[in-house]
């Protein structure tokens, strides 16, 4: 009897604990979304259902800006990480979700003087952006073929 209660307990705390992962997932999303920022400093995507606050991304690449109005260009990869950049910025920040959060993972240095027009394109196994006279390809770890 004891011994059967030892078994169960075991068999339960090896087995019943383990986390069921569903793989593989592609978070990806299409089409880059464009979401202008409100007055309150959020941006809101009915669609992928993600509202954000960005006040903190524009202190992070300005100094602090009236940021009411502003677009910001939002696509993820199908790692689940979210790539956010704007017009004038000269990075793109790369989040992952995190409790309650996006988190900071990686900021990618993309423009000395700042972006014009900006825009990102799904691909296989990259995000691409195209700027003006830019077009790089974007990983989680950086740009592609930087040798930095």
Not at 11 to 21: D, N, T, Y
Not at 24 to 37: G, R, S
Not at 50 to 69: A, C, D, P, R, T
Request: a neutral charge; proline letters at 2%.
């Amino acid at each position: 009897m004891v011994k059967n209660l030892i078994i169960s307990l075991l068999f339960i705390v090896l087995f019943g604990c383990s986390s069921l992962q569903l793989t593989p997932t592609d978070f990806a999303w299409p089409i880059e979304t464009v979401l202008t920022v409100d007055e309150q400093g959020f941006i809101k995507d009915d669609r992928y259902s993600i509202k954000v606050n960005v006040q903190n991304l524009y202190v992070e690449e300005f100094g602090g800006l009236n940021l009411s109005n502003k677009n910001l260009r939002m696509i993820r990869n199908s790692s689940g990480i979210y790539f956010i950049t704007a017009e004038g910025f000269k990075n793109v920040y790369l989040f992952k979700q995190d409790i309650g959060a996006l988190t900071l993972l990686k900021k990618i240095k993309v423009s000395e003087n700042g972006l014009k027009n900006p825009f990102f394109n799904q691909r296989d196994s990259y995000v691409e952006l195209k700027d003006e006279n830019i077009n790089v390809k974007l990983s989680n770890e950086g740009i592609i073929g930087d040798k930095k």
